[in-house]
């Protein structure tokens, strides 16, 4: 059959840069090798700024954390020693206490070391040390309570702390990330070698990938000096990057494979796949991107960060697609194709035919209302669990077990009952006495309503030096993602507060961990709608806009929603309500991390594109060919679904790496991500697609068919049209 290339700014974009980069393609791989070149630089010589504590203020929490910072009223850091026995050990349980306060006043950095304190059934003793400030380093503290727990053996001590804590996760996601790098590269590799039979064919995807990655984690380091790095964005160039990349030179790779397969000369080749593949891979790419871009509706750091690294390590990734994959499949000439693994290779050229796939569409084309009905039905069963969906912040009970200091707060929250939510009223006067009242007034107010608000041990209001700036402290006896808990929030910001403090308080807000958790919850519940909005109207415009189709832009819709609905059922039903959760070896939280659906919606839509742009357009290409709609869809499908196969096999494998990582947030990502790719690269491209594609017929390509040119013969396979109606 003749072949059809479109013709249209983004085709010829991409055609003229594949060809600029094989005629010139020792340039083109030069500036690729420059690129990485400074990127490292910049890596090793810039360091990246990360978020800190202010990045993530907003709302009235926010306000509440700027004035108590600003009158010099914020909490020290602290580090607990928890020395616990059993009945009968009480005299050594003093006296390990007594040495570790004795200790711990010697260290530098220590502000101050706490009285020890009895549990209520005089099993432990808690000693808290006070930090100076937040730099402090914790180790020289860690080598006291390790000294003074080697003294006593019959006793556990252990020490945990915000310091303390923060360091071990550092260090855990510092070993997943290259746990996970380790592992992802040999796999990925792997995957390649089964997909193209040779080695060198095989690299070339992985080291383009990799060199995204390197590029964007150096350049994000002068970046993050405008915009502060989240923590995690390096693990998030990685996820992006490795899936993308590899994804964009399969899909140019195979198309050139393909036509020079079919005797065209290695220039040919490569310009027919640019404007084939290559215009693929460029809409893809900017729906990526302008996928990650709704993260910035958000308007939190998490998000901006994350979208900014995504965007980074996307648009280097289909920039090397174009330029430097041209230029390298130049320079090699079939030789890209060596040396050849003989048993990959043949099994590579058996399912390379599409046979498989074929044997699948053909009762879906013959029966394509039964095929839409049992896939359609299919998906809504892993979407139906997103309706019971709960999300809330990260806690205690979403870090790994693993971390020491993780058993020492389990161990502190419950010998130490009481330990509580605590939620911040702060407040700006000119007259501290009135101002002290009022508060105390505020706490009777809150204890009285019934919310579960209690006042805290000690004095409960702390007031500024110059007396104009004072904090109360409530603790609220509900957990944190319980709707008590945001009750009583609500109640606080809505009555108690005002109603007692206005006239007196020149400015008040409340804040606290209770507070922080809300805003951010409430946050993101009131961004979504404006993010699935962008969504889904960013997916009507590209679709309609890249393949003139009315049809085609709703469909791509329903599915991009379908896609979404199975990731959050699937993650609802490991993480909230713990199926699966032995072979990941977590316990389930009985929620999801506020922040996991919205970030995989976008991420999940943005990489579902790739296959959905490339097996739409050579559905089209073969229509433009002058085939009946049917017959267009079985070929357009069975021609790509070798291509979808391995690239999607590339994404899932990565997203399981992840999804087997310590921390729960790195779980939760991978296994939504990995499940719901797997489905929309099986269920969806190969059944529903097809079948939603053959109902709609000519339909589909409303409100206007693309017409083949004149004079050309349209070569129609015989068993695709004796297919069964």
Same mark, same amino acid.
């Given at each position: 059959?003749?072949?059809?290339?479109?013709?249209?700014?983004?085709?010829?974009?991409?055609?003229?840069?594949?060809?600029?980069?094989?005629?010139?393609?020792?340039?083109?791989?030069?500036?690729?090798?420059?690129?990485?070149?400074?990127?490292?630089?910049?890596?090793?010589?810039?360091?990246?700024?990360?978020?800190?504590?202010?990045?993530?203020?907003?709302?009235?929490?926010?306000?509440?954390?700027?004035?108590?910072?600003?009158?010099?009223?914020?909490?020290?850091?602290?580090?607990?020693?928890?020395?616990?026995?059993?009945?009968?050990?009480?005299?050594?349980?003093?006296?390990?206490?007594?040495?570790?306060?004795?200790?711990?006043?010697?260290?530098?950095?220590?502000?101050?070391?706490?009285?020890?304190?009895?549990?209520?059934?005089?099993?432990?003793?808690?000693?808290?040390?006070?930090?100076?400030?937040?730099?402090?380093?914790?180790?020289?503290?860690?080598?006291?309570?390790?000294?003074?727990?080697?003294?006593?053996?019959?006793?556990?001590?252990?020490?945990?702390?915000?310091?303390?804590?923060?360091?071990?996760?550092?260090?855990?996601?510092?070993?997943?990330?290259?746990?996970?790098?380790?592992?992802?590269?040999?796999?990925?590799?792997?995957?390649? &070698? +089964?997909?193209? *039979? $040779?080695? @060198? %064919?095989?690299?070339?995807?992985?080291? =383009?990938?990799? #060199?995204?990655?390197?590029? /964007?984690?150096?350049?994000?380091?002068?970046?993050?000096?405008?915009?502060?790095?989240?923590?995690?964005?390096?693990?998030?160039?990685?996820?992006?990057?490795?899936?993308?990349?590899?994804?964009?030179?399969?899909?140019?790779?195979?198309?050139?494979?393909?036509?020079?397969?079919?005797?065209?000369?290695?220039?040919?080749?490569?310009?027919?796949?640019?404007?084939?593949?290559?215009?693929?891979? &460029? +809409?893809?790419? *900017? $729906?990526? @991107? %302008?996928?990650?871009?709704?993260?910035? =509706?958000?308007? #939190?750091?998490?998000?901006? /960060?994350?979208?900014?690294?995504?965007?980074l390590v996307v648009a280097i990734a289909v920039v090397g697609s174009i330029t430097?994959?041209?230029?390298?499949?130049?320079?090699?000439?079939?030789?890209?194709?060596?040396?050849?693994?003989?048993?990959?290779?043949?099994?590579?050229?058996?399912?390379?035919?599409?046979?498989?796939?074929?044997?699948?569409?053909?009762?879906?084309?013959?029966?394509?209302?039964?095929?839409?009905?049992?896939?359609?039905?299919?998906?809504?069963?892993?979407?139906?669990?997103?309706?019971?969906?709960?999300?809330?912040? /990260?806690?205690?009970?979403?870090?790994?077990?693993?971390?020491?200091?993780?058993?020492?707060?389990?161990?502190?929250?419950?010998?130490?009952?009481?330990?509580?939510?605590?939620?911040?009223?702060?407040?700006?006067?000119?007259?501290?006495?009135?101002?002290?009242?009022?508060?105390?007034?505020?706490?009777?107010?809150?204890?009285a309503s019934g919310l579960g608000m209690e006042p805290v041990s000690g004095d409960?209001?702390?007031?500024?030096?110059?007396?104009?700036?004072?904090?109360?402290?409530?603790?609220?006896?509900?957990?944190?993602?319980?709707?008590?808990?945001?009750?009583?929030?609500?109640?606080?910001?809505?009555?108690?507060?005002?109603?007692?403090?206005?006239?007196?308080?020149?400015?008040?807000?409340?804040?606290?961990?209770?507070?922080?958790?809300?805003?951010?919850?409430?946050?993101?519940?009131?961004?979504?709608?404006?993010?699935?909005?962008?969504?889904?109207?960013?997916?009507?415009?590209?679709?309609?806009?890249?393949?003139?189709?009315?049809?085609?832009?709703?469909?791509?819709?329903?599915?991009?929603?379908?896609?979404?609905?199975?990731?959050?059922?699937v993650m609802t039903l490991v993480f909230q309500h713990g199926w699966g959760s032995?072979?990941?070896?977590?316990?389930?939280?009985?929620?999801?991390?506020?922040?996991?659906?919205?970030?995989?919606?976008?991420?999940?839509?943005?990489?579902?594109?790739?296959?959905?742009?490339?097996?739409?357009?050579?559905?089209?290409?073969?229509?433009?060919?002058?085939?009946?709609?049917?017959?267009?869809?079985?070929?357009?499908?069975?021609?790509?679904?070798?291509?979808?196969?391995?690239?999607?096999?590339?994404?899932?494998?990565?997203?399981?790496?992840?999804?087997?990582?310590?921390?729960?947030?790195?779980?939760?990502?991978?296994?939504?991500?990995?499940?719901?790719?797997?489905?929309?690269?099986?269920?969806?491209?190969?059944?529903?697609?097809?079948?939603?594609?053959?109902?709609?017929?000519?339909?589909?390509?409303?409100?206007?068919?693309?017409?083949?040119?004149?004079?050309?013969?349209?070569?129609?396979?015989?068993?695709?049209?004796?297919?069964?109606?």
């Amino acid at each position: 059959m003749p072949l059809v290339v479109r013709s249209n700014p983004v085709s010829r974009l991409a055609e003229s840069s594949a060809r600029w980069s094989a005629r010139h393609p020792w340039r083109a791989v030069g500036t690729w090798l420059l690129l990485i070149g400074v990127a490292v630089g910049l890596l090793m010589t810039v360091p990246t700024v990360t978020a800190d504590g202010s990045d993530y203020w907003q709302g009235e929490s926010g306000k509440a954390s700027r004035m108590t910072e600003e009158a010099g009223l914020d909490l020290p850091f602290s580090e607990s020693v928890l020395i616990t026995g059993s009945t009968g050990q009480e005299s050594e349980i003093e006296q390990a206490a007594k040495e570790v306060r004795r200790e711990m006043a010697r260290v530098d950095g220590v502000a101050a070391v706490g009285q020890a304190a009895w549990n209520p059934d005089h099993t432990a003793m808690l000693v808290d040390v006070e930090l100076a400030d937040t730099e402090v380093d914790v180790a020289p503290l860690q080598k006291v309570t390790a000294e003074v727990a080697e003294a006593h053996p019959a006793l556990g001590i252990t020490q945990a702390g915000d310091n303390s804590i923060d360091d071990a996760i550092g260090e855990l996601v510092a070993d997943d990330l290259r746990s996970a790098e380790i592992t992802s590269l040999p796999v990925t590799l792997l995957l390649m &070698l +089964v997909a193209f *039979g $040779a080695l @060198i %064919a095989a690299g070339i995807p992985v080291l =383009l990938a990799l #060199g995204s990655v390197v590029a /964007s984690i150096g350049i994000i380091a002068p970046i993050s000096h405008l915009w502060p790095a989240e923590q995690t964005v390096t693990s998030m160039i990685v996820l992006i990057g490795m899936a993308v990349g590899v994804d964009y030179s399969l899909f140019f790779l195979k198309r050139q494979r393909e036509e020079r397969s079919r005797g065209r000369s290695v220039v040919d080749a490569v310009e027919i796949a640019a404007a084939t593949s290559g215009h693929s891979i &460029l +809409v893809s790419g *900017g $729906a990526v @991107i %302008a996928s990650m871009a709704s993260l910035f =509706l958000v308007q #939190g750091v998490t998000f901006d /960060s994350l979208a900014t690294s995504a965007i980074l390590v996307v648009a280097i990734a289909v920039v090397g697609s174009i330029t430097v994959l041209p230029a390298l499949l130049v320079l090699l000439g079939d030789k890209v194709n060596r040396p050849r693994l003989p048993l990959l290779w043949r099994l590579n050229r058996r399912v390379g035919t599409g046979g498989i796939s074929r044997r699948l569409l053909g009762p879906v084309v013959r029966h394509p209302l039964a095929a839409a009905v049992l896939s359609l039905a299919f998906l809504g069963a892993l979407a139906a669990p997103t309706l019971g969906m709960k999300v809330s912040s /990260s806690g205690l009970e979403t870090l790994p077990t693993s971390i020491p200091q993780v058993r020492t707060f389990e161990q502190i929250a419950e010998r130490f009952p009481g330990q509580m939510l605590t939620v911040d009223v702060v407040a700006k006067a000119e007259h501290p006495q009135a101002l002290r009242q009022r508060l105390i007034e505020v706490q009777d107010a809150a204890v009285a309503s019934g919310l579960g608000m209690e006042p805290v041990s000690g004095d409960p209001v702390r007031v500024s030096a110059d007396g104009r700036t004072a904090v109360l402290t409530l603790g609220i006896d509900h957990p944190e993602d319980s709707e008590e808990a945001e009750k009583a929030v609500e109640a606080l910001r809505s009555s108690v507060v005002p109603d007692h403090l206005r006239g007196v308080a020149d400015e008040f807000a409340v804040g606290g961990a209770a507070g922080e958790n809300y805003d951010w919850i409430h946050q993101l519940t009131d961004r979504m709608p404006w993010v699935v909005g962008f969504i889904v109207l960013l997916t009507l415009v590209i679709m309609g806009v890249t393949f003139r189709s009315a049809a085609i832009a709703l469909l791509s819709a329903l599915l991009n929603l379908m896609s979404v609905g199975v990731a959050f059922g699937v993650m609802t039903l490991v993480f909230q309500h713990g199926w699966g959760s032995g072979v990941l070896d977590f316990s389930a939280p009985g929620y999801l991390i506020e922040w996991l659906p919205l970030f995989v919606m976008v991420v999940l839509v943005g990489l579902s594109m790739d296959y959905h742009v490339f097996v739409l357009s050579r559905v089209q290409e073969h229509v433009r060919a002058g085939l009946p709609s049917r017959v267009a869809v079985r070929r357009g499908i069975a021609d790509t679904a070798g291509v979808v196969t391995s690239a999607a096999a590339v994404m899932v494998a990565v997203f399981s790496i992840f999804a087997v990582l310590s921390m729960m947030e790195m779980k939760m990502m991978g296994v939504g991500l990995a499940v719901a790719i797997l489905v929309d690269a099986t269920v969806i491209r190969l059944v529903a697609l097809p079948a939603l594609l053959t109902l709609l017929g000519e339909r589909a390509w409303w409100p206007r068919r693309p017409v083949p040119p004149r004079g050309e013969v349209v070569e129609v396979p015989g068993p695709l049209v004796a297919a069964r109606t």
